[in-house]
């Protein structure tokens, strides 16, 4: 009997892991929010906007406005992480600050206007301006969250770094490379909540646990 209520113990737990395994990511997944930078200031700017400017939510849902009502700094003067910025009156900790990039497919071959668009940003740390993207991975947030790009060539329009009217080649590991026309680069922040699992997730964790012992 012993063996067995060690075995069965053992198997509780393991069912727990996978429990905590499956519940925690998807609520910390659901509690992550991108937001882009709309008014009153636009473009890929590290400035710290005003309180009353309005941030378009890209992830989780497309195309929702909100208003930026308070920011605290860490420091440095910039949009970066670990600030913390209101929204909605919610408070939010950035745990990444970038552009993000706009792109679009070219126009058809009989001139009518390009049918496909994405929103991307790049992954990982974000140096001054002036750099050159080729070989960077660029992470897909709308339409496809998730899917990643690597930059495969650049063309630039003469001023050394990526802004509107670049094309890129991108290639996501299948099929061909794809030609992409840079419309838009707008400032991009990740950030979750102070308390990004919900209570009723661990409350359903710490159930399950006082039910096993």
């Known amino acids: 009997?012993?063996?067995y209520h060690l075995g069965g113990c053992l198997s509780a737990c393991v069912l727990a892991v996978v429990l905590v395994a499956t519940l925690a990511p998807?609520?910390?997944?659901?509690?992550?929010?991108?937001?882009?930078l709309v008014l009153p200031q636009e473009g890929a700017t590290r400035d710290i906007p005003p309180d009353g400017s309005t941030w378009?939510?890209?992830?989780p849902t497309?195309?929702?406005?909100?208003?930026?009502?308070?920011?605290?700094?860490?420091g440095d003067g910039f949009v970066s992480e670990c600030d913390y910025i209101y929204i909605d009156g919610v408070r939010f900790h950035i745990t990444w600050?970038?552009?993000?990039?706009?792109?679009?497919?070219?126009?058809?071959?009989?001139?009518?206007?390009?049918?496909?668009e994405k929103f991307v940003e790049p992954t990982g740390f974000i140096g001054p301006d002036?750099?050159?993207?080729?070989?960077?991975?660029?992470?897909?947030?709308?339409?496809e969250y998730c899917l990643e790009w690597h930059v495969e060539d650049w063309e630039d329009n003469g001023d050394q770094q990526v802004t509107p009217c670049?094309?890129?080649?991108?290639?996501?590991?299948?099929?061909?490379?794809?030609?992409?026309?840079?419309?838009?680069?707008?400032?991009?922040?990740?950030?979750?909540?102070?308390s990004p699992?919900?209570?009723?997730?661990?409350?359903?964790?710490?159930?399950?646990?006082?039910?096993?012992?």
Request: net charge negative.
């Open 166 to 194: 670049d094309w890129v080649l991108i290639w996501d590991g299948f099929g061909e490379p794809q030609q992409w026309h840079v419309v838009e680069v707008n400032q991009n922040i990740i950030a979750v909540p102070d």
């Open 1 to 3: 009997m012993r063996f």
């Open 26 to 36: 998807e609520a910390f997944a659901q509690d992550q929010f991108h937001f882009e």
């Open 97 to 116: 600050a970038g552009p993000t990039y706009v792109l679009e497919t070219g126009p058809t071959e009989d001139g009518r206007p390009p049918v496909q």
């Open 130 to 143: 002036g750099r050159n993207p080729i070989c960077e991975i660029w992470h897909e947030v709308w339409p």
């Open 56 to 59: 378009h939510e890209l992830y």
């Open 62 to 74: 497309m195309c929702i406005m909100h208003s930026q009502t308070g920011y605290d700094d860490n």
């Open 197 to 213: 699992v919900e209570e009723s997730t661990w409350g359903r964790i710490k159930g399950f646990f006082s039910d096993l012992f």
